[in-house]
């Protein structure tokens, strides 16, 4: 309404010269004409023309002024054009979506699609139905063909078939089941070569050295299990599964102290050492860190090198399986927010090759 008042209002204010000079009034509305032309393409170089209808208004008011046989010289409007806005402004009319909101079903709420997609990527292998009763036990009351159409839309598959967990988060729920085992050697310092066997718990990622010898035998490999089993005491029943080589050293008596606590021996492939890459790591960065820096005199000087360096590796140094958490360390500690507030301290281990910090007190 107030468009239609103001085009007849603009119209008649341009006619009233037209009555008086006609002829000059027809050629100066045609250079107005080509003036908004220019206007316009200026505005919309980088794509197609486009007017707007405030331009519309305008070549309709000083149409008035042009006689209609100028009509196709000056404006670049042709009538197709004139009656697809006409249709424009009745689809216009009657669209009653724009005002009176989206019409159907209103749209779910973002914060329950985004809990829908949560429960389903933490929970595999719940279906619509069970989310649906998730949903109840919140508090919210959603029925389960909305909980279907949100995992549709988003691509997630039904359970039980929908993408399963990936292998690192296959492995990590394995893991606190599993305890591996393996034998690692160590020059001396006049060549001599002594053996450590180490098991490794999967789950913690926390070593144990058994023992250190120059000749290890079935008889003693089997005792450093027994002693093993006693030092872990209720966490041994935890564990399900031991990760071992073919190694000669260990005998049906060494798998029966094992399956006697319901724990099955699995063992790797010949020459396959990456089937016990856990346990491969570790011998390595025993290695690396303190073995390769040190020239170790006998048995009991190599024993006292692992056991402090086991201390260290369980109570103190980061692991990025475990968010850089050492193996016995439940959490972080609080993080200082001004590192110059509390003096630094530093903990020789091993004669300084390794070094721990940590702050006063």
């Known amino acids: 309404?107030?468009?239609?008042?103001?085009?007849?209002?603009?119209?008649?204010?341009?006619?009233?010269?037209?009555?008086?000079l006609r002829r000059q009034v027809a050629k100066d509305a045609e250079l107005l004409v080509l003036r908004h032309e220019n206007a316009v393409l200026r505005r919309q170089l980088a794509?197609?023309?486009r007017y707007e209808p405030e331009d519309r208004l305008w070549l309709a008011a000083l149409s008035s002024l042009i006689p209609r046989r100028r009509w196709a010289q000056v404006f670049p409007v042709t009538p197709g054009i004139v009656l697809a806005w006409h249709r424009k402004l009745v689809a216009?009319?009657?669209?009653?979506?724009?005002?009176?909101?989206?019409?159907?079903?209103?749209p779910t709420?973002?914060?329950?699609?985004?809990?829908?997609?949560?429960?389903?990527?933490?929970n595999p292998r719940w279906g619509c139905r069970r989310i649906q009763g998730e949903f109840a036990r919140l508090g919210h009351q959603v029925g389960a063909s909305t909980v279907r159409q949100i995992l549709t839309d988003a691509g997630v598959g039904p359970a039980p078939r929908r993408n399963g967990p990936t292998w690192r988060e296959f492995l990590a729920a394995q893991a606190?089941?599993?305890?591996?085992?393996?034998?690692?050697?160590?020059?001396l310092v006049d060549l001599r070569r002594v053996y450590?066997?180490?098991?490794?718990?999967?789950?913690?990622?926390r070593p144990h050295i058994a023992g250190v010898t120059a000749h290890p035998t079935a008889q003693w490999t089997v005792q450093q299990a027994r002693n093993l089993a006693a030092d872990l005491g209720v966490r041994f029943e935890s564990l399900r599964f031991l990760l071992r080589d073919r190694d000669s050293k260990y005998?049906?008596?060494?798998?029966a102290l094992f399956a006697a606590e319901d724990i099955e021996t699995l063992k790797t492939a010949p020459r396959a050492p990456r089937m016990n890459a856990h346990c491969e790591r570790v011998i390595g960065t025993l290695r690396r860190e303190p073995l390769d820096h040190l020239l170790l005199l006998?048995?009991?000087?190599?024993?006292?090198?692992?056991?402090?360096?086991?201390?260290?590796?369980?109570?103190?140094r980061p692991h990025q399986a475990r968010g850089q958490l050492p193996p016995l360390a439940q959490e972080h500690p609080v993080p200082s927010t001004d590192l110059t507030a509390r003096r630094l301290l530093r903990t020789r281990i091993l004669g300084g090759v390794i070094n721990e910090y940590r702050y006063a007190a």
């Open 47 to 49: 794509g197609p023309v």
């Open 1 to 20: 309404m107030r468009v239609s008042l103001v085009y007849q209002v603009t119209r008649k204010l341009l006619s009233v010269p037209a009555v008086f």
């Open 251 to 255: 005998t049906e008596s060494f798998d």
């Open 92 to 106: 216009r009319r009657w669209d009653y979506g724009k005002r009176r909101g989206r019409p159907g079903r209103p």
């Open 298 to 316: 006998n048995e009991a000087h190599v024993r006292r090198v692992l056991d402090a360096y086991a201390v260290h590796y369980n109570g103190h």
């Open 109 to 122: 709420a973002k914060a329950i699609t985004e809990l829908v997609l949560r429960l389903a990527d933490e």
């Open 176 to 187: 606190d089941s599993i305890i591996a085992c393996d034998f690692v050697h160590i020059d």
């Open 196 to 205: 450590a066997l180490v098991f490794l718990e999967h789950g913690t990622r």
